[in-house]
């Protein structure tokens, strides 16, 4: 048993997601309403709420609200926390690489045999060779990564190769400005949904309401 999130769009909220109890999501089995997921940042002098599991509604005058119109919603703001981040990022990597660079995984493993299925001893050395790489380990003593980006996210890492204006504008296009990529819209259960592009093309007056459910 777990959770995760959906994104409701729509003035009817709850009578949405209830038809859709017992739905398979992207997770797992839908089972019941947590609560709001508080992540939506609003606008100053905006309004919009926080939900509770029993229904309960508070209003939420600043800072992080579950439930809110999309013209309350702060976009600008929270595409500016993920150039932030991205540029965090970028600066932190070359300033402990000392702005050396190194040879992208993809192209290491182009030395190495192909084979029809994933095999753990061949990956397992073109990984080695690729973290081997003096400026790849100067960040992973770092410690400003987290350990398993060498173990699994080559491509994030490598993707520090970029300019750093490619690399921000890599982040801001792809991260979601809202977790939730399965969405409940105009009565109909979405499944892995490009929320950016989506939230482009809705209404001002449209009511978002990002909820916990469990799974």
């Avoid at 993809?106 to 081997?132: C, F, H, N």
Wanted: net charge negative.
């Amino acid at each position: 048993m777990g959770s995760t999130s959906l994104l409701i769009v729509g003035d009817d909220w709850r009578s949405q997601l209830e038809q859709y109890e017992d739905t398979e999501t992207s997770q797992g089995a839908f089972r019941c309403f947590l609560g709001t997921c508080d992540t939506l940042l609003l606008k100053p002098g905006h309004s919009g709420w926080s939900i509770d599991c029993s229904g309960k509604t508070t209003v939420v005058n600043e800072g992080y609200a579950g439930s809110a119109r999309l013209s309350s919603i702060d976009i600008d703001a929270m595409k500016k926390e993920i150039v932030l981040q991205s540029e965090n990022w970028w600066d932190t990597a070359h300033n402990i690489s000392n702005d050396e660079s190194w040879t992208p995984f993809a192209d290491i493993r182009k030395k190495y045999p192909k084979t029809p299925k994933y095999d753990k001893e061949i990956e397992g050395a073109a990984k080695l060779e690729w973290r081997s790489q003096a400026p790849l380990k100067a960040l992973e003593q770092s410690g400003a990564f987290p350990v398993n980006y060498f173990y699994e996210l080559q491509s994030f890492l490598d993707r520090l190769l970029l300019s750093r204006d490619a690399y921000v504008e890599y982040f801001l296009d792809k991260t979601p400005l809202i977790s939730a990529t399965d969405v409940i819209f105009d009565g109909k259960y979405l499944q892995n949904v490009d929320v950016n592009e989506m939230l482009a093309r809705l209404g001002s007056k449209s009511l978002l309401t990002e909820a916990a459910v469990k799974i």
